[in-house]
C-alpha cells in the first residue's frame, strides 16, 4: 500500500509570493492533518480535515488555508510568504479522526 | 504550562541496554497516545500508539500509561546505534480534537 504523498519536496519561493503544496492520504485514509516543523518550534498543527470539513484548527494567521477534495487529497497555501514561513510542511492521514496519524516525507519550503 | 512536555535531552545510552523515554501532558481528558521517532531530516514515523492504562508491547518497544498521574512512556530494549533520533510524544485530547507534539527527545545510543 503506498504511503503518504506530498509534492513538490522542495520550493524556495520570494517574500510576498504564495505557495500550495499537495497531499496525497493512503488509500482509504480519510483525515488529512497538516503541520508546520522549525528547529525552535517544532511540530506546530496547522489544521485536520475529515470528509472535506476542517475540523480543527491550530493557532496561525488566515495566510494559511487548506483544502480536502472528495477523494481525500489536499492541499495547502500559504499567500504573502515571509521569511518566517521557511519550515518543513508535513501532512499525515489516518483512517478518521482520532486514529493514528502517518507522515508523508514533507515539503521543504524557503523563502528568501 | 506546555501541553505536552518532554525532556529534550540528549539522552545517551549504551548499545544493549535500556533507553526509558517520558513524557508529561496537561489535560486529564486525553485519550490517545502515540510515540513517533525522527531521524533527522526525516519525517516522523509511528512506533507505537497506547489508549489504556498500562504496558502494550512491541518487540523491543513498550510502551506504558499511567492517565492518574498524566505521563506515558517508551521504553527501547537490546538498544541498537540505529535507534538514535528523535522521539516525539504525541497526544490527542479526545476523539474529535488535534493531536498535540511534544518537543522531543533526542536519544543517542553510543556504541
Known amino acids: 500500500k503506498a504511503g503518504v504523498t506530498q509534492t513538490p519536496r522542495y520550493l524556495i519561493k520570494t517574500r510576498g509570493q504564495q505557495v500550495t503544496l499537495s497531499c496525497s492520504p493512503i488509500?482509504?485514509?480519510?483525515?488529512v492533518s497538516w503541520y508546520q516543523q522549525t528547529p525552535g518550534q517544532g511540530l506546530q498543527f496547522l489544521f485536520e480535515?475529515?470528509?472535506?470539513?476542517?475540523?480543527n484548527k491550530g493557532n496561525f494567521p488566515g495566510r494559511f488555508s487548506g483544502r480536502q477534495f472528495s477523494n481525500s487529497r489536499s492541499e495547502m497555501n500559504v499567500s504573502t510568504l515571509e521569511l518566517g514561513d521557511s519550515a518543513l510542511y508535513l501532512c499525515?492521514?489516518?483512517?478518521?479522526?482520532?486514529?493514528?496519524?502517518?507522515f508523508g516525507q514533507g515539503t521543504r519550503l524557503t523563502v528568501v | 504550562q506546555k501541553e505536552v512536555e518532554q525532556n529534550s535531552g540528549p539522552l545517551s545510552v549504551p548499545e544493549g541496554a535500556i533507553a526509558s523515554l517520558n513524557c508529561t501532558y496537561s489535560?486529564?481528558?486525553?485519550?490517545?497516545f502515540f510515540w513517533y521517532r525522527q531521524y533527522s531530516g526525516k519525517s516522523p514515523e509511528l512506533i507505537m500508539s497506547i489508549y489504556s492504562n498500562g504496558d502494550k508491547e512491541d518487540g523491543r518497544f513498550t510502551a506504558q500509561l499511567n492517565k492518574a498521574s498524566q505521563y506515558v512512556s517508551l521504553l527501547i530494549r537490546d538498544s541498537q546505534p540505529s535507534d538514535s533520533a528523535t522521539y516525539l510524544c504525541a497526544v490527542r485530547y479526545s476523539s474529535a480534537s488535534k493531536i498535540i507534539f511534544g518537543s522531543g527527545t533526542r536519544l543517542s545510543i553510543r556504541p
Open positions: 489535560d486529564r481528558g486525553s485519550q490517545s
Open positions: 480535515y475529515f470528509s472535506e470539513t476542517q475540523r
Open positions: 488509500s482509504g485514509h480519510r483525515s
Open positions: 499525515a492521514s489516518s483512517l478518521a479522526v482520532g486514529r493514528e496519524a502517518f
